[in-house]
């Protein structure tokens, strides 16, 4: 088991670009989590979605930011025309249906932009 | 929503030395609660977590307890090695999915 898996470990972007982040999850888990990171400080909750479902998107900022877990492939946290305040890094979680403790997270994006 | 505090930010100790690590939560109705920690760059991994129905857990050199009543936890950290250098997280649940986490606290282990 390949754990989570998140694409790209490093993304460079110019300011007003857009941002795609990717997250494949362990095989079996269906619960996908996203998390934000800014220097120095602790993780912020993003996003919960399940296959094709956004559960709770409560911690996402309202413009911009959008996430998808479609039916085939992995989720995908896109931020469009990116600013300098996006710079931060973002790690995915996953966890089995029913499980929802101590859920196991991927090794992150580190988006700078610039 | 959940406010999480994590003191000290930052921790130096003696190799050998013991780390106490101490968070406080405000939602008196989470009830679960993880340490990870996170070495320079990589992701935070689980070390150790406690739910609400018990007072202490261990794990070999790190143990977590738990006062609910005052809404706080600690990790602490017996004979301390080098490795366990890194940044420590606390965070808290209401056993849903969305964890709250502390800001952090840099641990290093001097040798």
């Known amino acids: 088991n390949a754990g989570v898996m998140q694409n790209p470990r490093h993304l460079v972007r110019r300011r007003g670009q857009e941002a795609r982040l990717r997250c494949s999850p362990m095989?079996?888990?269906?619960?996908v989590y996203w998390y934000r990171q800014l220097p120095e400080e602790g993780l912020k909750f993003m996003v919960y979605?399940?296959?094709?479902?956004?559960?709770?998107e409560s911690g996402m900022p309202k413009e911009r930011f959008s996430a998808e877990f479609p039916k085939e492939g992995p989720s995908i946290l896109r931020i469009q025309q990116v600013v300098r305040g996006d710079s931060a890094a973002y790690f995915c979680a996953s966890s089995p249906p029913g499980h929802l403790y101590g859920y196991t997270f991927g090794s992150g994006t580190r988006l700078t932009v610039v | 929503g959940e406010n999480v505090e994590q003191h000290p930010s930052t921790l130096s100790v003696q190799e050998g030395d013991s780390a106490v690590i101490k968070c406080t939560y405000s939602d008196s109705a989470s009830n679960y609660f993880p340490w990870y920690k996170q070495e320079l760059g990589k992701r935070p991994q689980l070390i150790i977590d406690i739910r609400s129905n018990v007072g202490e857990k261990k794990d070999q050199r790190i143990a977590v307890t738990l006062n609910k009543t005052a809404k706080h936890f600690s990790l602490h950290i017996t004979e301390t090695q080098p490795e366990d250098s890194a940044v420590y997280f606390c965070a808290a649940s209401r056993g849903d999915y969305k964890l709250s986490f502390g800001a952090g606290t840099t641990v290093t282990v001097r040798a």
């Open positions: 095989k079996g888990h269906s619960h």
């Open positions: 979605l399940q296959k094709e479902n956004i559960i709770d």
